[in-house]
């Protein structure tokens, strides 16, 4: 089961090299711009973090920080990619809907959020493709997905 869930799919090798820009564009923009700075800043951060599931502060910031440095760096190397994505589209769409209040325009914009969704959704629908840890790990036999 875990092998159809994580295999890497039949795809093109342009799709192969799509799918592998896509996972280290998004993984390494989210990991750098975003996660890093929430693990400098914990301490600043962990007293005021938004709350929106209702776990603390503490806790919706050790979530985020799960998302935007583990997930995000699994994401980069192509391991458990679809979970990575489904991680990381949870996460977006709780910023884009809880605290952007699902805003695209304005001074308080989840626009890259809403991007940011789009982007690791379709990453967990299409998987890592073949140029992905998730390949050597969890291929199926020839010609399957």
């Known amino acids: 089961m875990f092998k159809k869930i994580f295999a890497p799919g039949t795809h093109s090798f342009y799709t192969n090299l799509a799918l592998l820009i896509l996972r280290i564009w998004l993984g390494a923009t989210i990991l ?4 890093i700075s929430k693990v400098v800043g914990f301490h600043t951060l962990s007293g005021g973090f938004p709350d929106t599931l ?3 502060h503490l806790g919706s910031l050790v979530l985020v920080i799960f998302a935007e440095v583990v997930a995000a760096g699994l994401l980069v190397v192509g391991l458990v990619t ?7 589209a949870f996460e977006m769409a709780v910023a884009f809907f809880a605290v952007h209040r699902g805003a695209l325009s304005g001074n308080h914009s989840g626009e890259l959020a809403f991007i940011y969704l789009a982007g690791f959704l379709a990453l967990m629908i299409a998987g890592p493709g073949a140029i992905s ?4 790990l969890f291929k199926v036999g ?4």
Not at 32 to 35: A, D, K, R, S
């Open 54 to 56: 209702g776990l603390g």
């Open 32 to 35: 750098l711009n975003h996660g």
């Open 142 to 145: 020839a010609g399957k997905s």
């Open 82 to 88: 679809r979970f990575a994505g489904l991680v990381l």
């Open 133 to 136: 840890a998730d390949k050597a």
